[in-house]
């Protein structure tokens, strides 16, 4: 009866004080958000409970396993020992990242909410976004490393993996030598305010706005909802447009190839009703003018600002769609026409006679005139 009930006591009271525990931290944590509704910390850290329970746990095990003197327990006591250690170390690792994670993110969101400039709201994300990254990755390295520290094996040949670690360290910087280096270019993109998520940039052509970013690669998710993924070490070798550096106003520009004889005054007064009764234009300015000019043709920029390249497109289209229909329907001599139609073709010449042929139409001729009908001798 005994060797029953001592492993039952044991394991369950090592989840019953687990249970307790988990329960007076939510408890804990759910007076501090009523208290501080303005700090999202607390409530943020609710999601730990569960590893939180787990780590309580496989620490209360691994210290009263041995206490229950069940045969089966000490039959494989070296066995048990080792699982509930490896364990114990994944779930303070999954504590640690979530820890970390909601810190980041109680930071960010505290930051965001009093913050009023949009750019560095964004900066600031891409930041913690590569900052918990850089965490999750080392804590993930190291929990890793004491898994396997924790096998006899393994810790019996560390001195001579430790006398190699000098050759093994630059073969493998040979090896992930690009692996390195765009780890460093995201570290360099992050802290270097290069490129932030929810940028639009134009890369190789594509415009897009910037996704994500990560330690290795980013992606660009473009205007017809495509995804470009890309190494982060293109931003810091390779020239490339950034249209929120710096604020996102933007200026839209149209060209139209008009006849000569266009209108530019009607023109320019047709501009001003466009812009003022569209949505996206945002009031900063707008002119009409003639930029160029070719024997045919004349070529007349229309210039209009907006608030973000979005609205650039926008008014953009706008303007090119109304200012075409205005001419049209007023003024339609001003559209270039292009001749389609074949060239005429060349008078046919009259067909030369042979000098025979010549020779008798001078005999007809002279017999008409002399109305004879005879020819002379």
């Known amino acids: 009866m005994e060797d029953v009930l001592r492993p039952l006591v044991v394991i369950g009271g090592s989840l019953a004080i687990t249970l307790c525990i988990g329960w007076a931290v939510d408890w804990l944590l759910r007076r501090a958000d009523a208290r501080h509704p303005e700090t999202p910390l607390w409530g943020l850290l609710r999601r730990c409970r569960l590893p939180l329970q787990v780590t309580v746990c496989t620490a209360l095990l691994s210290g009263s396993y041995d206490k229950t003197r069940a045969k089966v327990v000490e039959a494989h006591s070296s066995a048990i020992g080792q699982l509930l250690a490896l ?14 994670s909601v810190v980041v993110e109680s930071s960010y969101a505290r930051y965001a909410a009093s913050a009023h400039d949009p750019a560095r709201v964004r900066r600031v994300r891409t ?11 080392v804590v993930g390295v190291v929990a890793i490393s004491a898994m396997l520290l924790t096998f006899p094996a393994m810790r019996a040949v560390g001195t001579s993996m430790l006398a190699s670690a000098g050759l093994v360290g630059i073969v493998a910087g040979i090896a992930a030598q690009s692996t390195l280096g765009n780890l460093f270019a995201g570290l360099q993109i992050a802290f270097g ?4 998520i929810g940028d ?27 995804r470009i993924t890309m190494p982060v070490s293109y931003f810091t070798s390779k020239p490339f447009e950034n249209w929120s550096r710096g604020g996102t106003q933007k200026t839209a520009t149209v060209l139209f ?11 320019r007064d047709r501009l001003r009703e466009i812009v003022q009764s569209s949505t996206a234009w945002d009031g900063r300015d707008w002119n009409l003018l003639v ?49 389609t139609a074949p060239a005429p073709a060349t008078a046919p010449q009259p067909r030369r006679r042979p000098e025979r042929e010549d020779h008798f139409a001078r005999f007809d001729d002279t017999l008409s005139k002399d109305g004879t009908g005879r020819g002379r001798s």
């Not at 364990?87 to 970390?100: D, E, H, S």
């Not at 594509?206 to 495509?226: A, C, H, N, P, Y």
């Not at 190839?257 to 023109?267: R, S, T, V």
């Open 127 to 137: 930041q913690v976004t590569l900052i918990q990254r850089v965490v999750t990755a």
């Open 257 to 267: 190839h008009l006849d000569h004889g266009a209108p530019i005054e009607e023109m």
């Open 87 to 100: 364990v114990l170390i994944a779930a303070t690792a999954w504590l640690v990242v979530r820890v970390a």
């Open 200 to 226: 639009t940039v134009v890369v190789d052509g594509e415009w897009g706005t910037v996704e994500e970013i990560t330690l290795t690669f980013l992606s660009v998710r473009t205007w017809d909802e495509r």
């Open 193 to 196: 305010d290069m490129v932030r």
């Open 291 to 339: 930029t160029d000019t070719t024997p045919s043709t004349i070529v007349v920029r229309a210039l209009v600002t907006a608030r973000d390249p979005d609205d650039a497109w926008t008014i953009r289209c706008e303007v090119r769609e109304q200012m075409i229909a205005f001419l049209r329907d007023f003024h339609p001599y001003a559209l270039p026409r292009i001749a």
